[in-house]
């Protein structure tokens, strides 16, 4: 069974560049999360969504960030323009939401470097 | 804000020994993860608690969990070089469901032959 798949895993862009991160969810797997990993700290969550609905986006910078999940199913993340602060891995996770607890499962993650 | 701290942050130890990674939390929380990561790789999960006194084990590994004491550890047994990673823990803040985790800020393990 593939696992969470995200694109590109790596990209170096000029500081105030648009840049988009793309996800495609492990199949059947309702709740998508998109998580920013900074060197050497864990990842912090930026958006989470139940199907289509983004219902936790309270860490996610909208002044440059954006996100969407068409359709339930994949989904992009979205930064214009980019900053220098922005360098860091962006991961995508998905599970399968379930009252007895569920495993959340990682992408390989996409490795932004803003020059 | 929940608060999860991993301690130590960096451990080196040599193998064969045993020792133990600790994570405090801030929350009422019975829902605790705990993550390994190699450089430059993803997340892989290896244990999912889910109630007070849980205990799980894989291998030289096992976790367990105080919700009393809102603290969960990681023991290595035996330690071997291939467990050298960085290991997080983190929290489902309590509510239902996958609410979306918090993570701790990941104990650097090096296990020296």
């Known amino acids: 069974e593939a696992g969470v798949v995200q694109s590109p895993r790596y990209k170096i862009i000029e500081k105030k560049q648009p840049v988009a991160f793309w996800c495609n969810p492990i199949?059947?797997?309702?709740?998508l999360y998109w998580y920013r990993q900074n060197l050497g700290q864990g990842p912090e969550l930026l958006i989470r969504?139940?199907?289509?609905?983004?219902?936790?986006d309270s860490q996610l910078p909208k002044d440059r960030f954006s996100a969407e999940r068409l359709k339930g199913v994949d989904s992009t993340l979205k930064i214009q323009p980019a900053e220098l602060g922005d360098s860091a891995v962006y991961l995508c996770?998905?599970?399968?939401?379930?009252?007895?607890?569920?495993?959340?499962?990682f992408g390989e993650g996409s490795w932004l470097t803003v020059v | 804000e929940l608060k999860v701290e991993q301690n130590p942050l960096f451990l080196s130890m040599q193998e064969g020994k045993n020792y133990t990674i600790y994570c405090n939390y801030s929350t009422t929380s019975d829902r605790l993860y705990w993550y390994r990561q190699d450089p430059g790789k993803s997340l892989e999960s290896l244990f999912v608690?889910?109630?007070?006194?849980a205990v799980k084990q894989e291998g030289r590994l096992m976790a367990s969990l105080d919700t009393k004491a809102r603290l969960s550890t990681l023991h290595i047994t035996a330690a071997v070089h291939d467990l050298s990673a960085t290991y997080f823990c983190a929290v489902d803040a309590e509510g239902g469901g996958a609410d979306g985790l918090t993570f701790g800020k990941g104990t650097h393990l090096i296990i020296q032959p």
């Open positions: 199949s059947g797997h309702n709740t």
């Open positions: 996770a998905s599970s399968l939401r379930s009252s007895s607890g569920n495993t959340i499962y």
């Open positions: 608690l889910l109630s007070n006194g």
């Open positions: 969504y139940e199907n289509e609905e983004a219902v936790d």
